[in-house]
Every structure is written in structure tokens, then in C-alpha cells.
């Protein structure tokens, strides 16, 4: 791990893969459980012989609201391959053209001083051979082996070559063609459970996905290995009508798994069109619902 | 108030609940200010509510001296509403903005002017008075005269471990 001041600064490198926030680096995946209070969720597996869910590894999803609060607090950008490669191609100058150019030519030359290495050995191999006085079984080989880089077959393997054209290098990856910018951290759209998300997460709650309690989110008091979750938690709209038996069932199933029913919403402010995004959920209101017992 | 007339009607219903299913005493209906439906307050017959962290302050005061403290009830506000209606959260907002955390019948018992933060003895005061959130009882009443009461709390209160 980078040391504390490192720290507040890491930018996480959040891929966006068909349309899911995936996080690769192990060293990211640690800082932002550490530093952030997301867990997230394991879903790496082999495609061609897939494991049970607790052996699944890296990477982790986040979901999208996790992803949206990390690039708001500028701890991480989104890379989405799909179409940054296609627009920074689209929009690359002259001059990073010529250098990518020149990059390639560079493989090629690398190429072929290895191509070339490669048959000055064999070249040296089959000599030997010729001076045992054995020529002929390794002769087609060879000739085989010559016509593949050549224009015209040698006549002898002590023939001297001629210099080779360039080989051709199709290039694996486009790297060199792309410029890194870890700059992009425009935001994202996330869910309308958001506001709520941001407000616990600010005030050191650990979020899971609620389901296994029948809400938007289990929230945990500290890190989900060491707590039980305090509540389940539901995000609604300010002016949401919520049906009072929805609270009810809620309440007395909060209660019946030993939990809180917390619901909150975000009122709505007038200036809503400050540049600055709200991390904190400030302007989120909660209610936390238990049974009476009466 | 004749438009509100349902209202006042729904109250009476958990009023007669309360008094007489559950044994308040000295419940009564209250309109605060700003606000369209009455609601009630009252004193249950046994305390309803510990907060966590109150519970611990007790146990301390009780190993300090001793003794059980008597645990005496609290009043409480409660809110009747019927299963058929449709709440929005800036409506509980608003309920919650027009009350006081302790209704006007119940009086504060901390005396944490005469008492400095260390005195174990007074910490579980605290929670009858200053430290007391608001939270109200919200009363459901469906048709067949079922009423069903959850605590509601405003604000992140963790909960109880029950």
C-alpha cells in the first residue's frame, strides 16, 4: 500500500465493461474498502469452468452508485475502453500520428534483428551439419525454412543473404496509439437510491445489496466481517406516496431479522444546478421504523 | 372543523385503543402548530423505549450503586394514521418539525446542570432529557379496528438489540 498522503490521492481505475463498473488491481480493490467503505462484490471466474460464488476473485463490481460517489469525491475515473478508443482515434493529430508511425517501424526493426538472429543460428546449425558430411536429410527443412523470409530460394545454405524487407508487425495492443488520460471524471448517472447511498456511506456505514433483508441496501455499522447490519435501508422521493402498509411490513420485518427499517429521501434543493456534486447527502432526511412491541 | 372531522375520528379510535387495549393514562389529543391532523400523547403503563446506549449508561449507574434503577415510563407522542393512506417522507418531515422530543405532558429529568459529564450516575438521565431524539409512535388502524404501533424515529438512532 502507497502511504497515507498517497492514499487520499489514488485514483482507482474503474473499467466500465458492458455496462457494469469493474475494478481490476488488487491494491485499488483494498483502498477502497479501506478508505471508502465499499466492499463491493467478488465476480472474477474462469468463463469455461465456472466456480461456486464464495471462490469467485477478482474483479469486483461496483455497483453504480458506488461508482458514481467515487469519481464525485475524485478518488477514481472511469475508463470505458468501448468508446474512448474510438473517439481518441477519431480525434488524434498529425503529430501522434507520425509518432505512432514511427513506433511501429521500430517493432518491425526489432523484428526483424530477431528474424534475422534466428536464421544466422540456423544457418550456423545446418553449416555444421554440411562439414559432418551429412547434407542431404536437412536440406528440404531448411529450404522450407529459407523461402518463408526470402524473395527467391538460396541456392546453398553458405549463399550470402541479401538484407530482408521489413516484416510485417500486427501490432496486439494500441497503447502507443491511445495517450493514457486518467483526467476523465466526468460524472455518471446513478440510480435514485443515490442520495441515500452517499449520506450512509459519509457517515462511515458499509453498504451491501439488501435483498437477503428485503431492501435497497443491508447497512452495516463498520466493515460487513467484523457487524451485523444495524438496518435495511429503502430510498424513496421526497414527495414519494409511500403506502402505509409498505412501512408496516418493512418495520416488522426490520424487526423480525433483528435490524432497523431505515428509509430516507433528498430534498430537493432550489439551486440544484451547483457545480459542486453533494457527497454527503446533506440534504437527505432519514426515519428509522421498529416495532413498538405493544 | 368540519373537513378535518375524519381525522379527529381517526384519533379517537387509537385514543380508545390505547386507554383502553393498552392502559395509557393521561392520553390526550394535540394539535401542534403547523399542522393538519391531531395527534396524541400520552403515558403507557410500563416504559416503551431504551435506547441502546441509555442501556449501557444504566448498567454502569446500577453497578455503581448497586441497585436497579426503577426504569418509570415516558410519555410518548403518538401519530394515528389509517392503512389506506399514502405517506410521503416530507410529510413525516414535517410531523417531526412541528413536535418537541418530549410531549407537553412529560417533564425533563436531567438535571446535568448540577452533574458534570464523568457522573455515571447522571449519564442515563441525559436520555430522558437533552439527549432524548425525537421518535413518535405511529399508529396504523385498519378497518376492523386493529391498530398496529411502530416507533419512528427521526434521524440515524441504531437499533435496539431485541
Redesign the interface.
Known amino acids: 500500500m502507497a502511504s497515507s498522503a498517497g492514499a487520499a490521492n489514488r485514483q482507482v481505475r474503474i473499467s466500465r465493461i458492458g455496462g457494469r463498473y469493474l475494478v481490476f488491481d488488487i491494491d485499488d480493490v483494498v483502498h477502497i474498502r479501506r478508505h471508502h467503505g465499499m466492499c463491493a462484490i467478488l465476480v472474477g471466474t474462469m468463463p469455461q469452468n465456472p466456480t461456486q460464488s464464495i471462490f469467485l476473485g477478482l474483479p469486483i463490481e461496483l455497483y453504480a452508485e458506488e461508482a458514481k460517489l467515487l469519481v464525485d469525491k475524485k478518488a477514481a475515473y472511469i475508463a470505458d475502453d468501448a468508446t474512448d478508443h474510438l473517439s481518441q482515434l477519431k480525434t488524434m493529430d498529425s503529430s501522434a500520428r507520425k509518432a505512432y508511425f514511427q513506433s511501429l517501424k521500430a517493432q518491425r526493426k526489432a523484428a526483424q534483428r530477431i528474424f534475422e538472429d534466428s536464421r544466422e543460428k540456423a544457418r550456423a546449425r545446418h553449416a555444421h551439419k554440411v562439414l559432418k558430411g551429412k547434407p542431404e536429410p536437412a536440406e528440404p527443412s531448411a529450404e522450407a525454412d529459407d523461402t518463408l523470409f526470402s524473395s527467391k530460394p538460396s541456392a546453398s545454405p553458405s549463399v550470402v543473404l541479401e538484407p530482408l524487407k521489413s516484416p510485417a508487425v500486427t501490432p496486439t495492443t494500441s497503447n502507443l496509439l491511445i495517450p493514457f488520460s486518467p483526467s476523465d471524471t466526468t460524472p455518471i448517472q446513478g440510480p435514485p437510491t443515490y442520495p441515500l447511498y452517499a449520506f450512509l456511506n459519509a457517515?462511515g456505514y458499509y453498504i451491501t445489496p439488501g435483498l437477503r433483508f428485503g431492501g435497497d441496501y443491508s447497512v452495516y455499522?463498520g466493515d460487513p466481517f467484523r457487524y451485523h447490519a444495524?438496518?435495511l435501508a429503502n430510498c424513496?422521493?421526497?414527495?414519494?406516496?409511500?403506502?402505509?402498509?409498505d412501512?408496516?411490513t418493512s418495520?416488522?420485518l426490520?424487526?423480525a431479522v433483528?435490524?432497523?427499517f431505515?428509509?430516507?429521501?433528498e430534498?430537493p434543493v432550489a439551486d440544484a444546478a451547483d457545480a459542486e456534486p453533494d457527497t454527503t447527502g446533506k440534504n437527505v432526511?432519514?426515519?428509522?421504523?421498529?416495532?413498538?412491541?405493544? | 372543523m368540519a373537513p378535518d372531522g375524519h381525522l379527529e375520528a381517526l384519533a379517537k379510535v387509537v385514543l380508545n385503543n390505547l386507554e383502553n387495549q393498552h392502559d395509557w393514562t393521561e392520553a390526550q389529543m394535540h394539535t401542534p402548530a403547523n399542522l393538519p391532523r391531531p395527534m396524541i400523547y400520552g403515558l403507557p403503563p410500563k416504559r416503551l423505549y431504551v435506547h441502546p446506549d441509555e442501556q449501557i449508561a444504566i448498567i454502569k449507574a446500577e453497578k455503581n450503586r448497586s441497585e436497579r434503577i426503577p426504569q418509570t415510563p415516558e410519555f410518548e407522542w403518538v401519530l394515528p394514521t389509517h392503512l389506506a393512506e399514502k405517506w410521503s417522507p416530507a410529510q413525516f418531515a414535517a410531523v417531526f418539525d412541528a413536535i418537541d422530543a418530549i410531549p407537553p405532558g412529560g417533564s425533563s429529568e436531567d438535571d446535568s446542570d448540577s452533574a458534570g459529564p464523568e457522573d455515571v450516575d447522571a449519564q442515563w438521565k441525559l436520555w430522558r432529557g437533552s439527549k432524548r431524539g425525537k421518535r413518535l409512535l405511529l399508529a396504523t388502524v385498519q378497518d376492523d379496528s386493529t391498530v398496529s404501533y411502530y416507533f419512528m424515529f427521526d434521524g440515524l438512532v441504531k437499533p435496539r438489540q431485541n
Do not use: S
Not at chain 1, 262 to 265: E, M, N, S, T
Open positions: 457517515r455499522p444495524h438496518y424513496y422521493g421526497w414527495d414519494q406516496k409511500i403506502p402505509m402498509l412501512l408496516t418495520g416488522r426490520g424487526t433483528k435490524k432497523g431505515l428509509f430516507g429521501a430534498k432526511r432519514v426515519f428509522c421504523m421498529e416495532w413498538a412491541g405493544m
